[in-house]
């Protein structure tokens, strides 16, 4: 259908013979017929309503609408509500850390629905559909950041709205660091306390910026939703980066084998030789002249360029050189002496 059905109710002059004619003719039906044109009209309707001029009418596409959270005690479940009452459900508030493995399920049926549009994770499983309940969803298996796009919407409303969430959270092993500068509170908490190394830090109720390296605890608390727990998150943080320890002085030209071994036992590096990759495993050192490219990293993502030349060609002449001229003062040396003796014969 190229209109919608009330641009054609509205262009409909009641006075026109035709439609007279028509509506005369309409109630002399009847009322089987009267429902089969009916049927056809809805029948026609619904397919229309994905061209483009209908589906403007149809949904009112909102992003990231205002959520209401509440909490199930006994399921340990949040629940985050639409404003037409479809809703999804998690084990920890979005937004927030989790040591252990989160799930998001999602509920259709009735006249409400909510859905898993897009996802970016490291790892995933899908949570089994439970019984006529309509539950679904995705549940991490890996540790890692993760984004979730959600899209909810009532199905029997012809001019609904259609929501789109956009929501964040992190599963963290409290054993190996992090690159993170910011620490933000989960959707309807506020940073309750943070330790660093087991010392208190002061900080803000919305956010907090964190300097240093090293084990942090956070709690999260929330008074803006019922009955919802108290949160605590433990991470390590670590933002310095390896360094390598060399045989030589790189800062000028080397002119001998160069060794070097990483700071940290679980660094790993990369090396170019005038541009042409290496194969680094189990270098300990190079001694092939050139220019050389080395960058050592962890797998947090922190790293240490480097760069030097080796040249060992001038090695040979000066070592050289040098034998010479001891040559030549021994020569020198024993001549005299011989002549010295000569000398004394006679």
């Not at 404003?83 to 252990?100: K, Q, T």
């Not at 760069?307 to 003062?329: A, C, M, R, Y």
Request: charged letters at 25%; zero cysteines; glycine letters at 6%.
């Amino acid at each position: 259908m190229s209109e919608n059905l009330d641009d054609i109710l509205d262009n409909i002059d009641p006075n026109d013979p035709n439609v007279q004619a028509l509506e005369k003719g309409y109630n002399e039906l009847t009322e089987e017929q009267k429902e089969q044109i009916q049927g056809l009209i809805e029948k026609g309707l619904n397919k229309g309503s994905s061209d483009q001029s209908f589906s403007k009418l149809k949904y009112e596409k909102i992003e990231n609408p205002e959520l209401t959270v509440s909490y199930n005690a006994d399921t340990k479940e949040f629940r985050y509500s639409y404003p037409d009452g479809s809703s999804f459900l998690m084990n920890i508030p979005f937004g927030s850390f989790s040591n252990d493995s989160v799930y998001i399920k999602t509920i259709q049926g009735g006249s409400t629905h909510s859905s898993i549009k897009d996802y970016l994770l490291e790892g995933k499983s899908f949570i089994e559909q439970n019984g006529d309940d309509g539950i679904s969803g995705i549940e991490t298996v890996a540790f890692g950041s993760y984004g979730v796009s959600l899209e909810a919407g009532s199905y029997e409303e012809l001019h609904g709205k259609h929501y789109t969430s956009h929501i964040s959270f992190r599963v963290v092993d409290k054993d190996k660091p992090l690159q993170i500068n910011m620490l933000r509170p989960p959707y309807g908490y506020r940073i309750k306390s943070l330790e660093l190394n087991g010392n208190p830090v002061d900080t803000k109720d919305d956010y907090m910026i964190l300097k240093s390296d090293g084990d942090y605890s956070a709690v999260f608390t929330s008074a803006s939703i019922k009955n919802a727990p108290e949160l605590t998150v433990s991470f390590k943080r670590d933002t310095t980066a390896p360094y390598m320890i060399f045989s030589e002085n790189i800062e000028k030209e080397v002119n001998n084998t160069l060794y070097f071994t990483p700071s940290e036992e679980d660094a790993f590096f990369s090396l170019t030789l005038n541009g042409e990759e290496m194969d680094t495993t189990d270098l300990e050192g190079v001694a092939a002249n050139g220019s050389y490219s080395l960058t050592v990293s962890d797998t947090y993502g922190n790293s240490t360029d480097y760069e030097f030349f080796i040249n060992k060609s001038d090695i040979t002449p000066i070592f050289l050189l040098l034998g010479i001229v001891i040559v030549l003062l021994a020569m020198s040396a024993f001549i005299i002496i011989m002549a010295k003796r000569t000398l004394k014969i006679r």
